[in-house]
């Protein structure tokens, strides 16, 4: 699943290393095509099985045509502007190497931050909770991987996303999570969550930001009514699934956390609440089903 890069190394290894590539060249190269140098470094680490350490220190070293030939196409998708974790086939998310594909979106880090928050309302008594669209299992993973007492419901309407969530659950062992297939909260149980969590589509049609999104789905990204559909959607279902007292977090864009604690009080939630992330942006909203 991770692909060929981890074979990459014993490629033609009796070729004169006088002929072959260097390291210095090949990173000189992607620079020049606008691949940024820790990207470009990054890629040739784990094509090469150097370190980074060694990349920068002996750059006069040489690798094989078949390292080389990889790396210049890796480099070309980069270019390209495809993000680097489907290239690698690797991404880190809360400290977890999680495999992702254009089948899911990429795991950003300011997504970790729903995932601090539903830690920080729930101890570590046994709990239900579940995360809906949970592309590569990253949120679900990383709140099961934190909480084993707790048991971990994570939802997906897209078969091929509930495939990765699956490899890296195997890959991780983590056993207090559940893959169901279902849109938002058509596979949860009533009446029975501790908690609900969420990154759902926000982004507008017709957003200039998708231009920068191309490479990930369509569907995991954009959603009608200026991005407020699936969220608003979640935050109706959500009340026939969550116990009294519990709380709905929601990932959102930047601008749409007014109206959206709007929305949530007028289903009758309490204690809305906007977040920022490090970046002092709007990006999650807290609310109490009671």
Request: charge should be negative; include cysteine; charged fraction near 20%.
């Amino acid at each position: 699943m991770v692909n060929e890069f981890s074979n990459a190394g014993g490629i033609e290894r009796g070729r004169n290393v006088a002929e072959a590539p260097r390291i210095a060249d090949l990173l000189a190269e992607a620079s020049a095509q606008g691949v940024a140098a820790l990207d470009a470094q990054l890629l040739l680490q784990q094509l090469s099985g150097r370190s980074r350490a060694q990349l920068l220190g002996f750059g006069e070293e040489p690798v094989t045509d078949g390292v080389a030939a990889l790396f210049r196409a890796a480099a070309a998708r980069r270019a390209a502007g495809e993000p680097l974790a489907y290239i690698t086939g690797v991404r880190e998310f809360w400290s977890l190497p999680l495999v992702v594909t254009p089948a899911v979106l990429v795991p950003r880090p300011e997504t970790e931050l729903l995932v601090e928050l539903c830690l920080g309302r729930l101890d570590h008594s046994p709990r239900l909770v579940a995360d809906l669209g949970t592309g590569s299992g990253a949120v679900a993973l990383a709140l099961a991987k934190e909480r084993p007492e707790w048991m971990l419901l994570a939802t997906d309407v897209s078969p091929a996303a509930l495939e990765v969530a699956a490899i890296n659950r195997e890959r991780l062992g983590i056993a207090n999570l559940a893959l169901r297939a279902g849109q938002w909260c058509d596979a949860l149980p009533a009446d029975a969550l501790d908690a609900i969590v969420s990154n759902p589509p926000y982004v507008a049609p017709g957003d200039p930001a998708l231009q920068h999104l191309a490479h990930e789905p369509v569907s995991a990204l954009v959603s009608p009514d200026d991005g407020y559909a699936d969220l608003l959607r979640i935050a109706a279902d959500a009340r026939n699934h969550l116990k009294r007292g519990a709380p709905l977090l929601l990932e959102h864009g930047a601008g749409q956390g007014g109206r959206l604690r709007q929305e949530l009080e007028t289903l009758g939630y309490t204690q809305a609440c906007t977040h920022r992330d490090l970046a002092g942006l709007d990006r999650v909203t807290s609310a109490i089903w009671s």
